[in-house]
């Protein structure tokens, strides 16, 4: 029997966001049924709704969630009712040339359910990132559902989702921080201070924080910056360069994602350093950047796509830093919202005033 929860519905391109009573069927062979306890607030969801990611509306909206398995599937195992657990949207199939070649953070067919959830009359909804968290109760493939330590608040666990992993696994995996590395970090929400909590964690000597807002900037010092730039009145690649011995930083981290932070990002880096964008941009804009200027200064130019984490390996290891004290994901919840406040904390992030709006249920 199909189950009757509240969500959160993005039914129309741009238009408020509804909480609707939806459907959510049993799980099928290789699915899990979880029951949601919190899930942040994230950007993509706003690109969702805003039709920035496809028109494949309506979207049942929320990706960034913990929550507890309720009932299981035929042939799922190693998750079973009760299990505490993190949605992840990436769920390596195990299969693919990429998993065949050792790669499962890069999976091209990641698993997600087969049975779509639907609203009363029938229609299918599209669920964001595969998930669909903004919900009393969710359906997801069992390899997105990975268990973690119970003892780790749902608010503060679910972040590790999305927001927080594709921080953090953009400075650790992806541009490769080490110990003694100056990094910058261009943007200060929930993505860039995840990237400082990274980089000061895997032993850089100097995290420059860049960002507009000084509130963002004294959240960045909490999470690990040792240096930080207000760009609203100062050039920050020069800025950088200065506290940087006039050389640039090995890693630049670009949390934005707009053509005008990656050009800077691009000009902050030491000659032969990292460039890795992180931030997600929008589908119409382009870069434009001088060949001789590539091929002169060396290093590499990475996107980073979900911190190039693999799940079931990184998501409890996170956890355990932050049940240890060494990765302070209670600092990412700015507050505490209801289903129905969701539109609202659109507006917050908009408006800068929250690292993370996140929905308990």
Same mark, same amino acid.
């Given at each position: 029997?199909?189950?009757?929860?509240?969500?959160?519905?993005?039914?129309?391109?741009?238009?408020?966001?509804?909480?609707?009573?939806?459907?959510?069927?049993?799980?099928?062979?290789?699915?899990?049924?979880?029951?949601?306890?919190?899930?942040?607030?994230?950007?993509?969801?706003?690109?969702?709704?805003?039709?920035?990611?496809?028109?494949?509306?309506?979207?049942?909206? /929320?990706?960034? @969630? +913990?929550?507890?398995?309720?009932? #299981? &599937?035929? *042939?799922? =195992?190693?998750?079973?009712? $009760?299990?505490?657990?993190?949605?992840?949207?990436?769920?390596?199939?195990?299969?693919?040339?990429?998993?065949?070649?050792?790669?499962?953070?890069?999976?091209?067919?990641?698993?997600?359910?087969?049975?779509?959830?639907?609203?009363?009359?029938?229609?299918?909804?599209?669920?964001?990132?595969?998930?669909?968290?903004?919900?009393?109760?969710?359906?997801?493939?069992?390899?997105?559902?990975?268990?973690?330590?119970?003892?780790?608040?749902?608010?503060?666990?679910?972040?590790?989702?999305?927001?927080?992993?594709? /921080?953090?696994? @953009? +400075?650790?995996?992806?541009?490769? #921080? &080490?110990? *003694?590395? =100056?990094?910058?970090?261009? $943007?200060?929400?929930?993505?860039?201070?995840?990237?400082?909590?990274?980089?000061?964690?895997?032993?850089?000597?100097?995290?420059?924080?860049?960002?507009?807002?000084?509130?963002?900037?004294?959240?960045?010092?909490?999470?690990?910056?040792?240096?930080?730039?207000?760009?609203?009145?100062?050039?920050?690649?020069?800025?950088?360069?200065?506290?940087?011995?006039?050389?640039?930083?090995?890693?630049?981290?670009?949390?934005?994602?707009?053509?005008?932070?990656?050009?800077?990002?691009?000009?902050?880096?030491?000659?032969?350093?990292?460039?890795?964008?992180?931030?997600?941009?929008?589908?119409?804009?382009?870069?434009?950047?001088?060949?001789?200027?590539?091929?002169?200064?060396?290093?590499?130019?990475?996107?980073?796509?979900?911190?190039?984490?693999?799940?079931?390996?990184?998501?409890?290891?996170?956890?355990?830093?932050?049940?240890?004290?060494?990765?302070?994901?209670?600092?990412?919840?700015?507050?505490?919202?209801?289903?129905?406040?969701?539109?609202?904390?659109?507006?917050?992030?908009?408006?800068?005033?929250?690292?993370?709006?996140?929905?308990?249920?």
């Amino acid at each position: 029997m199909p189950h009757e929860v509240h969500a959160v519905v993005a039914a129309k391109q741009g238009a408020p966001v509804e909480l609707r009573t939806i459907l959510v069927p049993d799980p099928g062979p290789g699915e899990v049924l979880v029951a949601v306890q919190a899930c942040g607030v994230c950007h993509t969801d706003l690109h969702y709704r805003d039709g920035a990611i496809s028109d494949e509306f309506p979207f049942l909206l /929320g990706h960034e @969630a +913990a929550g507890v398995i309720e009932a #299981v &599937g035929p *042939g799922v =195992t190693g998750l079973a009712p $009760g299990d505490y657990v993190v949605l992840a949207w990436r769920a390596p199939c195990g299969l693919c040339r990429s998993c065949r070649r050792g790669r499962p953070w890069y999976c091209f067919d990641s698993r997600n359910a087969g049975q779509p959830m639907t609203l009363q009359d029938g229609t299918a909804l599209t669920a964001a990132l595969g998930i669909g968290a903004f919900a009393e109760k969710t359906l997801v493939a069992a390899g997105q559902a990975v268990k973690v330590d119970p003892n780790a608040r749902p608010e503060a666990a679910g972040l590790i989702g999305c927001g927080v992993m594709a /921080g953090y696994g @953009a +400075a650790v995996h992806t541009g490769g #921080v &080490g110990s *003694g590395d =100056t990094v910058a970090v261009i $943007g200060c929400g929930g993505v860039g201070n995840a990237a400082i909590a990274g980089a000061s964690a895997a032993g850089a000597r100097r995290v420059i924080a860049v960002d507009l807002d000084d509130r963002k900037l004294d959240a960045a010092t909490r999470f690990g910056a040792t240096d930080t730039v207000n760009s609203r009145g100062t050039d920050p690649v020069e800025a950088v360069r200065a506290l940087t011995g006039g050389h640039g930083a090995d890693v630049v981290i670009d949390a934005v994602g707009r053509p005008e932070t990656y050009h800077q990002a691009f000009s902050m880096r030491d000659l032969a350093g990292t460039l890795v964008q992180v931030g997600v941009p929008e589908p119409d804009m382009r870069i434009e950047l001088p060949l001789l200027d590539l091929f002169a200064r060396g290093g590499a130019l990475k996107s980073s796509w979900y911190g190039d984490c693999l799940p079931s390996r990184d998501f409890p290891v996170l956890i355990d830093r932050y049940l240890s004290g060494r990765l302070d994901l209670d600092g990412f919840v700015t507050e505490t919202i209801a289903l129905d406040e969701v539109e609202s904390a659109f507006d917050a992030m908009r408006d800068g005033r929250v690292l993370r709006s996140v929905v308990v249920l």
